[in-house]
């Protein structure tokens, strides 16, 4: 019998070299059909987890569990079950697009009829169809990107792992790579488990999230519940360099919740943003420090995100020596290497 949840991490633990603990006790759920963010700063423990997910990388301890099959007693079986699109290009320059979906059906173990008629269904599907013939390098970076995501739909999988999977594209080649991914997900019910650099996708595309920091999941829920979490509204209030730390005055004055301090800027969550305004400006006048600049905001994903690992998110981080690893091993694995 089927349960709703499709993916389950119970407990998950890496460690590396004996001491570095990647991934510390991490426990969440993925429900069958929907999309699943994971949020974290460099260096985390997201690709570490995917890739435990994933039959890529073995746990030190703890379970996980794809589609009731348990990765570490059936990994084979689980590799059967998902696809994986790379953060970085895997599609092979130097064959055209027909072949790079052809290679990995035979990869799989497909005839190659079977594997051919594979193959121009999802180069269809895909809309690359008048591109098949070409050699991959010379696609754009959208087509390139549709390109991999036929790869790895190439054995009907029943759950994509996408790691970054627009990170250097433009807003047109973003949002046509996601329409194509809620197509999958509308018609053929297919689980996506995404990890992004662009919280406005976390935001729009996926169902819920769970946030990363450390190696420990912080929060989970979805992204209403998580910014409902915050309460209130968000003031920020800059001092001109080298003003006296105001962060015991802020906090005295009433419907203040938090004050965080980064250099001369002031985080401050409240009940009540805009009368509050007014208030604090006066009191960090009277304490001698003169205010710069003032914002006032609801709740945001980037908000969420400061909230519970207490680090601005960066779309520009690349991946770190942990995550450049785990990748060349997922690659060597997918691709007849050592497990």
């Not at 121009?120 to 390139?144: F, P, V, W």
């Not at 946030?211 to 829920?221: L, N």
């Not at 802020?250 to 805009?274: F, P």
Request: with cysteine.
């Amino acid at each position: 019998m089927q349960t709703s949840q499709i993916i389950q991490a119970e407990n998950l633990v890496k460690v590396y070299n004996g001491t570095v603990r990647a991934v510390d006790g991490v426990s969440f759920h993925v429900n069958r059909g929907e999309i699943f963010g994971f949020l974290g700063p460099n260096g985390a423990g997201k690709t570490t987890t995917v890739s435990m997910l994933s039959a890529s990388l073995r746990p030190t301890s703890g379970k996980a569990v794809i589609d009731g099959l348990e990765v570490s007693k059936d990994p084979d079986g689980v590799k059967r079950r998902i696809g994986v699109i790379f953060q970085e290009s895997t599609a092979d320059g130097d064959l055209t697009g027909r072949e790079n979906i052809e290679v990995a059906a035979g990869c799989y173990g497909m005839l190659r009829s079977e594997g051919r008629k594979r193959s121009e269904a999802l180069l269809e599907q895909m809309q690359i169809s008048e591109a098949s013939e070409r050699l991959a390098k010379t696609y754009s970076g959208g087509m390139r990107r549709r390109l991999e995501l036929a790869v790895g739909l190439v054995h009907d999988p029943k759950i994509l792992f996408l790691d970054e999977p627009t990170l250097g594209l433009d807003p047109q080649g973003r949002n046509g790579f996601w329409g194509f991914v809620q197509k999958l997900r509308k018609d053929e019910g297919v689980t996506v488990f995404v990890t992004t650099h662009y919280l406005d996708e976390a935001d729009t595309m996926c169902d819920r999230l769970a946030i990363i920091d450390h190696g420990k999941i912080v929060a989970t829920g979805s992204p209403s519940e998580l910014k409902d979490r915050l309460g209130g509204d968000i003031v920020t209030i800059k001092t001109a360099p080298g003003a006296p730390d105001v962060t015991r005055v802020l906090q005295s004055l009433i419907g203040v919740h938090t004050v965080q301090k980064q250099d001369d800027t002031y985080r401050i969550k409240c009940a009540n943003g805009e009368p509050f305004v007014p208030v604090a400006v006066e009191a960090c006048t009277k304490a001698g420090a003169a205010v710069m600049g003032v914002t006032v905001k609801r709740p945001s994903l980037d908000e969420v995100f400061l909230e519970f690992t207490g680090r601005e998110f960066r779309e520009e981080e690349g991946m770190d020596a942990t995550a450049r690893a785990v990748m060349v091993q997922r690659v060597q694995d997918r691709f007849g290497g050592r497990r």
